[in-house]
């Protein structure tokens, strides 16, 4: 069974800085890893996967993801954020056959003027 | 390309009442996926098709819920009787079926039970 903890649950920061939500998961097998946004009343939308290869996943709308398989983790970061970046943040696992995807709690990503 | 269509989008009830909530995927997605979502929670799946066969139903509390898809396309959720515990967001979703997770999710309905 996979699970996913996303140590954040909030995470304030200023327009135009650095950002990183964090992402640890757990598998006893190989896994699929992704991260999705959901603005205010929307559903989810895919930001980025990582499949297999390079372990370096850029996504869309400026954001990227490591995966780092010693340590299990999958930190989504974005070099200079937006007021329009504000919104949920889901990390999310699924075996390797894409079916079976458990979600983490959200990090609510707030983007000050 | 129009996306997964859901409807209504809010839905507010009594306890004990039925309610159903209805989805129509991406065209031409034989994978539909209804999940539960709790308010500050992330989506926890109740039940996957493939096309019209219903092949991972363990997280749906069969007392209560039942789902359909007929023909393999649309599909419905029920509840009854619905309970104040209920109230939560039902997020519709579908992808091919390809192996690779990507899921194209609704806007979701927003259930209130009183």
């Known amino acids: 069974a996979q699970s996913v903890t996303q140590l954040d649950s909030q995470v304030p920061v200023f327009e135009e800085a650095p950002v990183e939500l964090r992402c640890n998961y757990s598998s006893s097998v190989s896994v699929y890893l992704f991260w999705y946004v959901q603005y205010p009343n929307q559903g989810l939308q895919l930001l980025l996967k990582?499949?297999?290869?390079?372990?370096l996943v850029k996504g869309i709308n400026g954001f990227e993801a490591e995966f780092n398989k010693s340590q299990t983790s999958f930190h989504l970061r974005k070099p200079s954020v937006h007021i329009s970046d504000t919104a949920e943040y889901f990390c999310a696992v699924s075996d390797t056959g894409g079916f079976k995807t458990i979600f983490g709690a959200g990090t609510r990503l707030f983007v000050k003027a | 390309e129009a996306g997964v269509v859901q409807s209504p989008r809010y839905k507010i009830i009594e306890k004990k009442q039925p309610v159903a909530f209805w989805c129509n995927p991406i065209s031409g997605h034989n994978t539909l996926y209804w999940y539960l979502q709790n308010l500050g929670q992330g989506p926890e799946l109740l039940i996957r098709?493939?096309?019209?066969?219903?092949?991972?139903d363990s997280q749906l509390p069969k007392d209560r819920f039942s789902a359909e898809r007929l023909k393999g396309v649309d599909s419905t959720l029920k509840i009854q009787p619905a309970e104040l515990g209920d109230s939560a967001v039902y997020l519709c979703a579908s992808s091919l079926n390809r192996g690779d997770g990507e899921a194209f999710f609704g806007q979701g309905t927003r259930l209130t039970v009183v």
């Open positions: 098709y493939e096309n019209e066969e219903a092949v991972d």
């Open positions: 990582y499949l297999s290869g390079s372990t």
